[in-house]
């Protein structure tokens, strides 16, 4: 294992990855690796991983994934690197795709491919690395089946939070920080009555596996002088962001009603720190169990791609080489073997030769396919930002229009349903009448609340925004 620097990780980004170079290289040469083929699991600042749930069938779920995980990335996917995948389809009895989404700016993807290119491997496969964290964390609520469940997932770079009903997820939420968030923190100096003391890395990692959460009275190393009272405030700012937003989470995605009987599976390396089970379930005040499967289930996961579209033609390019390569070398070897045999099975051997010929003549023929098709590409590319530069951003009405249907409340009533373009983006005006039940205006819980709050969780509604209201008794 190599650490690295987040302040350095964060700078080479700007700078091709060259400062990664001498990393990358040290850790090939501690496990004895000098050329072969790669597959890499990374994070970036521009990666997005997703999971995206319609109430549709797959094909129109992929229409919706594909222009959300565009939002997303804030670029067009026809200019991306990107892969989305069905996790589960629709079925009678559960009307429910579950779509997981992954996607790259193409410049990130490039600076990916050299910088494993300049190491001398190559780049076969690249995934953003809490794509399928999200996967998994998402095929474990689906498994519960009936009730209300959650699942909680802490890995080293981040976590994943998802909640199902009956068998349907309610929402999958990625957490802004995971575990090297508290060990950092614990690499802080820490005041003792001996003074002040500084873990290393190792000791701090060491430290979270063995202690967690602990008591003020634990002692946390006896040799420094460490307790848990000199501990606590280093991992408090750390704590309490993730119990905010694991709490927001759970109460902007559930029902009151569904949260009262929510159980909690923690997950993931997360629930092997001693203590942040109990944590946790004392701040969401709901049981908060270990898990145990979730290892395999992350195996199973799909693996996502987001190579970039040069590598994705350096390997279609190399397949076909190797192919006609192959139909070569055969068909010299049945030329070489057609002097030694009897010439009463010269005729076969010639024929098996023509036919192996015209293998070779359609791989090459392939290749040329290949490059015409490469060229159409980058043509239709230049055209489709022509259009966008002429038109700029352009909504599916249709999907807007079947969204707001299906998340409206029944008690609203919309008198005018208007969509247009302000400053290059699209904006839908929703005006209408709301009847609010006896109790609901004054909690600030009505229908309109609902709406609102409804909207903003939908991947197709970038903000929302709350007009002017008017309130009237009815008897």
Sequence with gaps: MVDLDPAAWERAWAEDLHPLDAPLAKALREIGVARGRASLVYRSPTAVAEIYCYPVKPARAMEAASLALADAL???????????????????????????????????????????ARSGLRLMGAEPGGARALAAVAATTL???????????????????????DGRIAFVRSLGLGLNDFVEALTRP??????????????????????????????????LGVMGSDVLPLIQPALQRLLVEIKQSLR???????????????????AGVPGLGETIAAAVERPVVPGGRCAATLRRSPRMST??????????????????????????????????????????????????AA?????????????????????????????????????????????????????????????????????????GVAWAGEGEAASGDGPIMRLVDALRTSPLVDRVELGETQRADMD
């Design 190 to 223: 820490v005041r003792t009555p001996s003074g002040a003391q500084t873990l290393s890395l190792a000791q701090a990692r060491a430290v979270l596996e063995r202690v967690g959460v602990p008591e003020p009275s634990q002692v946390v190393d006896e040799s």
């Design 252 to 270: 902007f995605g559930l029902d009151e009603s569904d949260r009262t009987e929510l159980t909690i599976e923690l997950l993931g390396p997360g």
């Design 307 to 356: 190579l970039a579209p040069s590598a994705r033609r350096r390997i279609m390019g190399r397949r076909a080489t190797m192919a006609m390569r192959a139909g070569v070398a055969a068909a010299a070897c049945l030329a070489a073997w057609d002097v030694s045999v009897a010439m009463t099975q010269e005729r076969t051997l010639r024929a098996q030769s023509d036919a192996l």
């Design 74 to 116: 804030g670029a067009p996917l026809d200019e991306s690197a990107w892969s989305i995948r069905t996790l589960r389809a629709a079925r009678r009895g559960n009307p429910q795709t579950v779509m997981l989404a992954a996607a790259e700016r193409a410049a990130t993807a490039e600076s990916i491919e050299r910088w494993i």
């Design 143 to 165: 498994q519960r089946g009936g009730g209300r469940f959650a699942a909680l997932r802490l890995d080293d770079d981040g976590g994943v939070l998802a909640a199902s009903i």
């Design 359 to 431: 293998e070779v003549e359609r791989a090459q023929a392939s290749l040329l396919a290949m490059e015409r098709a490469s060229a159409l590409e980058a043509a239709a590319l230049e055209g489709w930002g022509r259009i966008e530069a002429s038109f700029g951003r352009r909504a599916d009405w249709l999907a807007v229009l079947r969204e707001i249907a299906a998340v409206t409340p029944g008690e609203i009533r919309y008198s005018e349903v208007a969509g247009g373009q302000e400053s290059g983006s699209p904006v839908a005006t929703l005006s």
